[in-house]
């Protein structure tokens, strides 16, 4: 399981397979939507606008964001007259509203699982994380089927399964993430000439904790275009030491179809269920015994249901300090970082809890998986999946929201 994890970690909703079919399926549909796409406008276009939607005019034309950078140039980049800058963030943001689909290019660039990386993706109706994902990295495979995750791994013979959505591009990486990220607390922008091509870059750096551990980013954006061309990202909040994936060529598309993200496994491969987890990075921020509330006495049922009634009511009511408290790996969100994320997701009325799912065990003690279905602000009904974890210390036995595992799921009542 090293190996799947050490993916997992890195991509934690991303994936693909080992299979030339599959390939070839794949490439084709990219290569029928380069045939189709039409000629760029010349320069001397009469708008920005035009110039940054010189884009698809049909359902299957993509624009192509990212060029092939090599690891060095994204590295290394070298930038002249280095100046902080005040970045448009909305054009890019305006420009990127139409995708559906991407297809990464890239690489993991730490532990074990270090390798190139293909990563092809669908972003759910509201734009903040994948619905369909389909990677590649090494033999591993993994894909979203039916609402849940499964991670081929031919070395084991297994495929690995686990509830939810656990694997895919999340947060999306379009409007909603871009502005998101525009607000936390440390991120800047600076402005510059790549010294190898002449051309004006604009970097922009922010970090933020998160369910998956404490993750930090270098987004590379054309200064004239306005559009990314790369990505890093890192699993620390100060982008220190070895990126954990570097993403140089990222494809941009209306669409693609539902094939692009299938995946059939060998005959004959058992199916496993995957362990539940947590980073260890994120276990000291969940230790400290004045968070959480108290179990004893209860059973473990009985303590989730309480800790998540009392979740979902701080969310409704929006009492940030009470959310901290009950789930402190938010304990750094500034309140504007809170709100911008929540948007059409924010639960206006709890459905149900229900029972526990499956458990796993960290290093502080139990896991717990709950489900919640949740009446969201616009309407729609979701399913979330929330991690408990049980604290024995001093003061007795209580329990606190690690947070969510994997994506929400719309579901129909």
């Not at 060095?72 to 448009?88: D, E, R």
């Not at 909305?90 to 297809?103: G, P, S």
Request: contains cysteine; neutral net charge; hydrophobic residues 35%.
């Amino acid at each position: 399981m090293e190996r799947t994890d050490d993916i997992s970690q890195v991509i934690r909703r991303l994936r693909v397979p080992p299979s030339p079919e599959l390939d070839a399926r794949v490439h084709e549909a990219i290569n029928q939507t380069e045939r189709s796409a039409p000629l760029i406008p010349p320069p001397n276009e009469p708008s920005l606008r035009a110039l940054l939607t010189m884009v698809m005019k049909k359902k299957s034309v993509r624009y192509t964001l990212g060029t092939t950078l090599g690891l060095g140039l994204i590295a290394a980049l070298m930038l002249n007259h280095f100046t902080t800058t005040a970045w448009a963030m909305e054009r890019t943001i305006a420009a990127l509203k139409k995708y559906k689909a991407l297809h990464l290019t890239g690489h993991t660039a730490s532990g074990s699982s270090a390798g190139p990386l293909e990563v092809w993706a669908r972003a759910n109706a509201s734009g903040t994380c994948s619905e369909a994902c389909l990677a590649k990295m090494g033999s591993i495979t993994v894909w979203v089927e039916g609402n849940k995750t499964y991670a081929y791994e031919p070395g084991q013979n297994k495929v690995w399964v686990e509830p939810g959505i656990t694997a895919g591009v999340n947060p999306w990486f379009g409007p909603k993430f871009l502005s998101t990220f525009a607000r936390v607390r440390d991120y800047q922008a600076h402005e510059g000439t790549d010294a190898a091509t002449g051309q004006k870059r604009v970097l922009a750096t922010g970090s933020l904790p998160t369910a998956l551990g404490p993750q930090s980013f270098l987004i590379e954006f054309g200064a004239e275009t306005k559009l990314p061309v790369s990505m890093k990202g890192w699993r620390n909040l100060n982008r220190h030491g070895t990126p954990e994936f570097v993403f140089d060529k990222i494809v941009y598309f209306e669409d693609l179809p539902d094939s692009t993200f299938r995946f059939v496994p060998p005959p004959g491969v058992p199916l496993a269920d995957k362990p539940l987890t947590i980073p260890e990075a994120n276990v000291a921020a969940l230790s400290d015994p004045k968070d959480g509330i108290p179990a004893t006495g209860l059973t473990r049922e009985e303590a989730c249901r309480k800790l998540l009634e009392q979740m979902w009511d701080a969310c409704i009511r929006e009492d940030l300090p009470r959310i901290r408290r009950l789930c402190p790996l938010t304990a750094g969100w500034p309140e504007e970082l809170f709100r911008t994320i929540a948007g059409q997701d924010e639960p206006v009325k709890v459905l149900s809890i229900g029972s526990i799912e499956q458990t796993g065990q960290s290093r502080l003690g139990p896991l717990a998986l709950v489900p919640s279905r949740l009446q969201c602000k616009d309407g729609k009904t979701r399913e979330v999946r929330m991690v408990v974890q049980f604290r024995e210390t001093d003061q007795g036995l209580s329990c606190v929201v690690h947070g969510p595992h994997g994506n929400s799921i719309e579901v129909k009542e």
